[in-house]
């Protein structure tokens, strides 16, 4: 148990930086799995294809394929900024 004022701060941040991690991580892993499902839309011709067709045999339907999009982008919030430039001494 803290006892300080700067150890109970600590604490408080901590759990918020928790939290906001686990959010982008459970948002990442849905689009991940979202997108993944719609490559294998895109590929389930060629994936259940028997035989297996020959390079430049394969046709793909290129309107179906999904956009790769941030949602959370860090360089538009602005707080990458404080990673990209050197520190000054």
């Known amino acids: 148990m803290a006892h300080s004022l700067s150890a109970k701060k ?12 686990r959010a982008r ?5 849905a689009d991940v799995k ?3 499902s719609q490559m294998h839309a895109v590929l389930r ?7 297996v067709p020959e390079r430049g045999e ?8 999904p956009k790769i999009e941030l949602i959370y982008d860090p360089f538009e919030t602005g707080e990458a900024e404080r ?3 050197p520190e000054r001494f």
């Open 83 to 85: 990673y990209d430039k």
């Open 58 to 65: 394969i046709e793909l339907d290129c309107s179906i394929v």
């Open 25 to 29: 991580k459970e948002t990442v892993k």
């Open 45 to 51: 011709p060629v994936l259940e294809a028997n035989p």
């Open 34 to 36: 979202t997108f993944l």
């Open 10 to 21: 600590r604490i408080r941040q901590t759990a918020k930086r928790r939290a906001r991690n």
